[in-house]
């Protein structure tokens, strides 16, 4: 699977910090330390886009897939109101790397995900989809749609979201899910014994367990109803071996 491709959008004015910080899932203060992983959620707490936050100077830069940087101009303009905030897209070009962060690029918040890079840092040839299994991250476009909820999709592990910062668009969902249910469904990495497409539903005997998504070196990462999971699962002609 090709790298995602991304389109870096430019938050400025003197409200862009505070602007943000209503809407965001994490805490736009720590982009005093660096790149924030983060996420915009419809009212009922599904998953609008996520993205990565990035200090420029006095501005914000959003680092985003590409296919969402269209949808999520008008998103943020019919949030600003009055703010004294400015949205515009860059030419800038995202490179990504692993191990050490060179100079002027920012370490990946997710964990194990290398750095990122927006001044032309020489890039290098990291399998991401490997990387990405091996630390169950999933990806829009791949795991992550619309339909997600981003506890589900691991946002508190991966770093992505904030239970301390207060108000954000979605936030009151999130917080009840976090504090008064059980996740009974979620992204995990499984063993995989064979192949099968993305999006092959998982079966544990006749009943639906699941989805299989993004597949490397005999693991992947798949979406799990957490009573049906186990050891002995298929998806088409591979078998599929999860233990809690």
């Known amino acids: 699977m090709s790298e995602q491709a991304r389109k870096v959008l430019r938050v400025s004015g003197a409200d862009a910090a505070h602007f943000l910080q209503g809407l ?3 805490d736009v203060s720590k982009l005093a330390q660096g790149a ?10 599904k998953l609008r886009a996520d993205f990565f936050l990035v200090p420029d ?8 897939d590409a296919g969402l940087a269209a949808q999520m101009l008008p998103v943020l303009t019919m949030y600003k109101l009055r703010s004294d905030v400015t949205l515009a897209e860059t030419d800038l070009t995202v490179t990504r790397g692993s191990g050490d962060a060179p100079e002027g690029a920012f ?11 927006y001044a032309g840092q020489l890039g290098d040839a990291t399998d991401w989809d490997a990387v990405r ?11 992550l749609s619309g339909d997600t909820f981003i506890l589900e999709a691991g946002f508190e592990r991966l770093n992505g979201v904030d239970f301390k910062k207060g108000c954000y668009v979605g936030q009151e969902v999130t917080a009840r899910m976090k504090h008064k249910t059980e ?16 999006g092959t539903e998982i079966m544990a005997g006749e009943k639906v367990a699941g989805t299989l998504f993004t597949q490397s070196g005999g693991r992947a990462i798949a979406y799990l109803r ?7 699962m298929t998806a088409g002609a591979a078998k599929v071996h999860y233990t809690a």
């Not at 996740?183 to 990495?189: A, E, H, P, S, Y």
């Open 57 to 64: 100077g006095d501005d914000i830069l959003m680092d985003i």
């Open 36 to 45: 924030v992983y983060a996420a915009i959620l419809t009212p009922q707490g």
């Open 183 to 198: 996740l009974r469904k979620g992204f995990v990495t499984v063993a995989v014994d064979g192949e099968a497409p993305v």
């Open 24 to 26: 965001v899932t994490n």
């Open 226 to 232: 957490f009573d049906r999971a186990g050891a002995d």
């Open 133 to 143: 299994v091996a630390h169950c991250v999933p990806e829009w476009g791949v795991e």
């Open 107 to 117: 370490a990946d918040p997710r964990p194990g995900m290398g750095w990122r890079g």
